[in-house]
């Protein structure tokens, strides 16, 4: 599975999720209807396209045309949520901008609303990102397939309960709480009906 | 799939009558339809909103396409089609079940998906529109349960622009014979109890662990696709396999 999947998943949902507690963020969001922005971020393998409609969808892959897009290092993305930062920031050589300056500084104002730290939340998948370009050089390394999976299950698990977070109502998860609690009873007479099987091919 | 000589198929692993099937498989979406995306969640243990996730990458679409979403479901791609291509495009989410469609529409208007999506109960055999007619059809996790798969794909090319794509998200062969064991004894044996615990329904969900097992494999639907008129025919693997997708142009 392409590693941007988490990627764009990750910041897709913690993005919405914001938007959905933030009443003003929401009415900004409506003047980017139908806009497009490409952000590219020096230490992530491909870009992120911004989709702007009743909430923000992010891609990793966009045949159309971007309305604006800039390049831009991971260390520089806080500074995004202050658009007055915008020019020092191109001066010092941190920052690439074309297209329709206004689709970025409304995006910008978006993201001040939201005050999300993104370094935080992205160095989570850089990280995985430095794991996924090493397991591409060492692709039968054992041990390394072993910790990119502990990785990656970390991450999906952690992506699943954003993700159901928003779905369901409040009944909706005590009774899926007590349905996961019987699953858990069953993996548990699995597991211990696995280990007698292996101990049985051991002999 | 399909043995022409005495019109016989397969349901699963049971052999019945053609016209049984979709009479068959059209009970089973019934009776899963309104616990189908818990399960769904739960049964690909979330995974498979990433396998989602990329189809979508790979479609190309942008604002003002024309996109079918085929055994469309409860319309998890529609949604995300509906928000990019805009009010100048639009989504047709088809399906052959009404209960499905009917889940789906409740789901997507609860979102504030509205305006640029129809909803047609359609079957994938024959489809009611036009030649010529979409940028891109998507089936996901619905070709499997299509009867005659050929005919199918011969109605989606038909329908298709020229310079559109088909892309078809589908269970597959895992790539390895140990992820093929693990996989197996999870489909055979968890899968039909998860279904039993929380959907009430194993015998649904056994047949879904049959029906994967029965679907062509990667090179296959490949040859398939090809056949009917595709070309540039090409697939990815995701997670080891366990799901491919195949992308398809009509030019
Ligand atoms: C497993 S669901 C997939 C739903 C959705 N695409 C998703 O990925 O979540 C399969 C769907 O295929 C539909 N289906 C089965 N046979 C069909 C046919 N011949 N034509 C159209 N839809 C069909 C079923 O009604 C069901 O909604």
Same mark, same amino acid.
């Given at each position: 599975?392409?590693?941007?999947?988490? *990627?764009?998943?990750?910041?897709?949902?913690?993005?919405?999720?914001?938007?959905?507690?933030?009443?003003?963020?929401?009415?900004?969001?409506?003047?980017?209807?139908?806009?497009?922005?490409?952000?590219?971020?020096? &230490?992530?393998? =491909?870009?992120?396209?911004?989709?702007?409609?009743?909430?923000?969808?992010?891609?990793?892959?966009?045949?159309? $045309?971007?309305?604006?897009?800039?390049?831009?290092?991971?260390?520089?993305?806080?500074?995004?949520?202050?658009?007055?930062?915008?020019?020092?920031?191109? +001066?010092?050589?941190?920052?690439?901008?074309?297209?329709?300056?206004?689709?970025?500084?409304?995006?910008?104002?978006?993201?001040?609303?939201?005050?999300?730290?993104?370094?935080?939340?992205?160095?989570?998948?850089?990280?995985?990102?430095?794991?996924?370009?090493?397991?591409?050089?060492?692709?039968?390394?054992?041990?390394?397939?072993?910790?990119?999976?502990?990785?990656?299950?970390?991450?999906?698990?952690? #992506?699943? /309960?954003?993700?159901?977070?928003?779905?369901?109502?409040?009944?909706?998860?005590?009774?899926?709480?007590? &349905?996961?609690?019987?699953?858990?009873?069953?993996?548990?007479? %699995?597991?211990?009906?696995?280990?007698?099987?292996?101990?049985?091919?051991?002999? | 799939?399909?043995?022409?000589?005495?019109?016989?198929?397969?349901?699963?692993? +049971?052999?019945?009558?053609?016209?049984? +099937?979709?009479?068959?498989?059209?009970?089973?979406?019934?009776?899963?339809?309104?616990?189908?995306? *818990?399960?769904?969640?739960?049964?690909?243990?979330?995974?498979?909103?990433?396998?989602?996730?990329?189809? /979508?990458?790979?479609?190309?679409?942008? @604002?003002?396409?024309?996109?079918?979403?085929?055994?469309?479901?409860?319309?998890?791609?529609?949604?995300?089609?509906?928000?990019?291509?805009?009010?100048?495009?639009?989504?047709?989410?088809?399906?052959?079940?009404?209960?499905?469609? =009917?889940?789906?529409?409740? =789901?997507?208007?609860?979102?504030?998906? *509205?305006?640029?999506?129809?909803? *047609?109960?359609?079957?994938?055999?024959?489809?009611?529109?036009?030649?010529?007619?979409?940028?891109?059809?998507? /089936?996901?996790?619905?070709?499997?349960?299509?009867?005659?798969?050929?005919?199918?794909?011969?109605?989606?090319?038909?329908?298709?622009?020229?310079?559109?794509?088909?892309?078809?998200?589908?269970?597959?062969? @895992? $790539?390895?014979?140990?992820?093929?064991?693990?996989?197996?004894?999870?489909?055979?044996?968890?899968? @039909?109890?998860?279904?039993?615990?929380?959907?009430?329904?194993?015998?649904?969900?056994?047949?879904?662990?049959?029906?994967?097992?029965?679907?062509?494999?990667?090179?296959?639907?490949?040859?398939?696709?090809?056949?009917?008129? %595709?070309?540039?025919?090409? #697939?990815?693997?995701?997670?080891?396999?366990?799901?491919?997708?195949?992308?398809?142009?009509?030019?």
């Amino acid at each position: 599975m392409p590693i941007e999947m988490l *990627v764009t998943a990750g910041i897709e949902t913690l993005l919405n999720q914001l938007l959905k507690a933030d009443a003003n963020a929401v009415d900004k969001i409506a003047s980017l209807k139908g806009k497009v922005l490409k952000v590219n971020i020096a &230490e992530l393998p =491909k870009p992120l396209y911004f989709i702007f409609s009743s909430q923000i969808d992010v891609l990793a892959k966009y045949d159309g $045309d971007a309305d604006c897009c800039m390049d831009i290092k991971l260390s520089s993305l806080s500074r995004l949520q202050d658009s007055s930062q915008f020019t020092a920031l191109i +001066k010092e050589g941190e920052l690439d901008m074309s297209g329709d300056p206004m689709v970025a500084s409304k995006f910008s104002i978006i993201l001040k609303e939201l005050d999300i730290d993104w370094e935080e939340h992205l160095s989570r998948y850089t990280g995985d990102v430095a794991a996924h370009k090493l397991l591409q050089g060492a692709k039968s390394s054992q041990a390394w397939l072993q910790n990119n999976m502990m990785i990656a299950r970390h991450n999906i698990a952690e #992506y699943i /309960i954003e993700e159901i977070r928003l779905a369901p109502g409040a009944l909706e998860i005590a009774n899926f709480c007590d &349905e996961v609690a019987e699953l858990e009873q069953q993996c548990k007479q %699995f597991e211990m009906r696995l280990a007698l099987l292996s101990r049985k091919e051991d002999v | 799939m399909t043995d022409k000589s005495n019109n016989t198929t397969h349901f699963g692993y +049971k052999t019945v009558e053609s016209d049984q +099937k979709v009479d068959m498989v059209a009970s089973v979406f019934h009776s899963v339809a309104a616990k189908y995306d *818990v399960m769904n969640d739960l049964m690909s243990m979330g995974i498979h909103r990433l396998w989602k996730r990329f189809t /979508i990458d790979c479609s190309g679409v942008r @604002p003002g396409h024309k996109v079918l979403d085929l055994a469309g479901g409860t319309g998890d791609l529609t949604a995300k089609f509906s928000r990019i291509v805009g009010d100048t495009g639009s989504v047709t989410l088809a399906d052959i079940n009404d209960s499905m469609l =009917k889940v789906g529409r409740a =789901k997507l208007r609860d979102r504030g998906i *509205v305006g640029n999506v129809t909803y *047609v109960q359609a079957n994938a055999e024959e489809l009611p529109f036009p030649d010529n007619h979409f940028d891109l059809i998507t /089936i996901a996790f619905g070709l499997r349960n299509v009867t005659d798969k050929d005919k199918a794909l011969a109605s989606m090319f038909r329908v298709l622009k020229p310079g559109g794509r088909l892309l078809v998200l589908e269970f597959s062969k @895992p $790539d390895s014979e140990a992820l093929n064991k693990v996989y197996d004894f999870y489909s055979f044996n968890i899968l @039909p109890k998860m279904g039993e615990l929380i959907a009430d329904d194993g015998e649904s969900y056994q047949y879904l662990a049959e029906s994967i097992r029965m679907h062509p494999n990667q090179e296959t639907l490949k040859g398939m696709m090809e056949t009917v008129g %595709f070309e540039s025919v090409e #697939y990815h693997n995701l997670t080891g396999g366990i799901v491919a997708l195949h992308r398809g142009y009509k030019f």
